[in-house]
């Protein structure tokens, strides 16, 4: 059987180079071979604290793009040389290797004039977007893109994070669903930006009036909220502006007794501990958001990477903005990633990792 090296960990916080089989799609299955991936939270938490890890050498990568190498006798609707991202969900492999084997429900056709190393940005972060709104929070699924009549349009929403690159996703997304009242909380080197993506307001999470300027923008307390950083000081502020009954959908895992999004120290999740949720003196609801189980809302399964996905960047949904890491080579980039995650120095952009060398 022919194999492949690739980047991972190797052992608990190391990262080497590592063997794996090429294998052959069956079924539904589609074989990428990856140009692009990404490495951004999760993965550090993988590295450096074992989450989600089960098995030696671990590979990284919750996004790939590249191009179908092979098609199982299944995929009707792609064939090889088709440029594409997917969504590696657990158990499947994960994207950040040459080669990574997909169902096709997670793989996305991208249009030949958008580059596969912005493209890659999408998967991740567009279906968390996609899944907290329209499942998580009970968002009405719009039946249109754009949404037309949307009811309800004007119910004032906070995009806690929205620098962070799933919080970009999520504005882009009310936007094209129609929402008026979209606060979008973020530094405020992120705001003009965030304004062109949808925004209705931006507030500046570091501001010492906070909460009265998010009351002011979103004209009174909101009722929904997706936290995109889940750390306790997060919390701490949306407390202050969110309504009786409303409901918060955070992005696990919650970083416990860690100030940042690193997570670098305290237990990672998924669910907010007693003291935490003590601060709220309002009932609200606490809506714990895990990706990796989008496929169980049947409404989303099978459209919202291979449909929906290719007609929102037809509709000019962009992709983040990135930082692409293609030097040296392919453990050295990797290196570097992790050191800049592990700082907190990602900013508003994705990390893409060149694959191959
Ligand atoms: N459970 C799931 O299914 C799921 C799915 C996707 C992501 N996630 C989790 O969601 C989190 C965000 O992921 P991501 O990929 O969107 O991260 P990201 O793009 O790497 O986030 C970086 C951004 O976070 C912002 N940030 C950091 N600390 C902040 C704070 N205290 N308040 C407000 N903003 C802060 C920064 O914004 P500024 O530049 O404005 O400072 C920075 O731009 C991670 O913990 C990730 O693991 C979970």
Redesign the pocket.
Known sequence: MPTYDFIGAIAPGQLGVAQATLPDPTGNQVLIQVQYSTL???DL?CLDRQFYVHSYPHTFG?NAAGIIDKVGPGVTDLKVGDRVVALPLPPAPKGAQPYTLQDRSVVAKIPDSLPLEQAVTFP??YV?AF??LFNQLGLPLPTAWPAKDTINAGRPILI?????????YAVQLLKLAGYTNVVA???K??HEYLKTLGATSVVD??SATFAKEVEEAAKGKVELVVD????T??FE?ITQVIRPGGSIAW???F?AGS???A?SDGELLFEIPMETQAIFPQAVNFI?????HYQQDERLKDVAMPTILPKLIELGFQP?RILLLDHAEPLTRTRDAFEL?RQ?K??????VIKIIA
């Not at 806690?160 to 970009?168: C, D, H, M, R």
């Not at 995109?228 to 750390?231: G, R, T």
């Not at 990602?346 to 990390?351: A, D, L, N, P, R």
């Open positions: 951004g939270p999760f938490y919750v991740d972060n968390t899944y907290t806690y994070g929205a620098g962070a690159t799933s919080g970009q909380a973020a530094s080197h992120h999470y570091k995109c950083i889940s750390i000081h997060t502020l992005l696990a895992p970083k100030g940042s999004l997570g714990c958001v895990r990706t990796f983040n995650l907190n990602v900013s508003g952009e994705k990390i």
